[in-house]
């Protein structure tokens, strides 16, 4: 389903001549030329879509199916908005760059929400302050939510993304509904959910997680003109997680590690929480298989601090003879002991989100073959050829780099190297692991005995 849909009494009005191009009736087939209501969604997600719609005032609700035709469509957005530019080199490759002060995660404007502080982080001695997270008390959040969320979409459209961390119908996969006034976002989490129409069917009652999330920037609000076309407002940014509603909310920052709910909002931090009550773990763990010349296969779950290797080593390229090694996934793990006392794993995401400086053929030949195509770049250098650079190792830069990206091995000290630079790229992949869509997951190690 791709229709533009109506809130109660709200007549859609379409964003812009630019969207109304793109999305609305023309001699073209438009995304729009279906119109329907809220009536398309499930009962639970209607009434949240309203709630949300009431409360930030979009000028357009649209509900995103995750078809190739659209994304080419939010691509072209972006374009002509100055935001995203194709990569004239590679294959169907884009480059974004931020604004300077939106360009990494917050940590210090990320909270939990609980009545209970106890539950949600240790709390340290008088004078003392604590550094494993961040809690807000309910009624301080809720002002908090409040100051910043009524109006927020003014001008802007509103995107209905339904998502599946994991494949759709997994044992432990998870659905969720992320609204957001960021193009951006809705290309990004294309390629790190399972974003779609079979997500959305997927959901019966309250079985999902819901995410809101704003750049925080009304069109009204824009009185000069925007850094690299970037729309954030850094100053009031906030990170949300609320447990015990299953809901996360993030205002002011388009940067993925911010924007993009499904990654560490929902996959890491709520799926902790999740895990504790269903009885599974949600970590931050690389998974990889690995097959010796005589056929044994093992599985083997690895956990690093970000930007500290774990796609390095989750796509290794192994060197000694026979020996094969396959990737399931490069940051989080979701795992569980099965019936016979097995520990499973499973990738929750769909594509890598990594950290580009220090990738290079060197090593991650796998990533570099990876971005050569499919793959949205943020905040890296730009090549005379179309190309892309960033800091690597060992070769220093000279304009024009006429050679491939995957080449580029040394630092390039100027605006493009300001972290994190990240690249964010779909599956398939080199030697990924098979099954990679199926709802079986990958044996991690045998529980051992008392």
Known sequence: LAAIMSVSLLRVQLLSPMAQQLFGASSRRGLADVPTTLSALPQSVRNYVKEKANLCQPDDIYLCDGSEEENKRFLEIMRRAGIAKPLRKMDNCWLVR????????????TVISTADKRQTVPIPKEGVKGQLGNWMSPSDLQAAL????????????MYIIPFSMGPVGGPISKLGIQLTDSPYVVASMRIMTRMGRAALDAIQGDNYVKCLHSVGL???????P???????????ILISHIPDRNEIASFGSGYGGNSLLGKKCFALRLGSILGKREGWLAE?????GITDPRGNKKYVAAAFPSACGKTNLAMLQPTLPGYKVECVGDDIAWMKFDADGVLRAINPEAGFFGVAPGTCSHTNPNAMRTIQSNTIFTNVGETGDGGVYWRAWRRRW???????????????RTAATRPPIRTRVSAPRPRSARPWTPTGR???ASRSAP
């Open 98 to 109: 931020t604004d300077p002060a939106d360009v990494a995660r917050v940590e210090s404007k």
């Open 284 to 288: 931050h763990m690389l998974i990889l």
């Open 442 to 444: 990958v044996p991690r």
């Open 398 to 412: 000279t304009p024009p780099l006429a050679s491939p990206a995957g080449e580029a091995r040394c630092g390039l």
């Open 226 to 236: 925007l850094v690299q076309n970037w729309p954030c407002n850094p100053s009031k």
């Open 146 to 157: 409040q100051d910043r969320f009524p109006g927020c979409m003014a001008g802007r459209a």
């Open 218 to 224: 009304p069109l009204k609000d824009i009185s000069k």
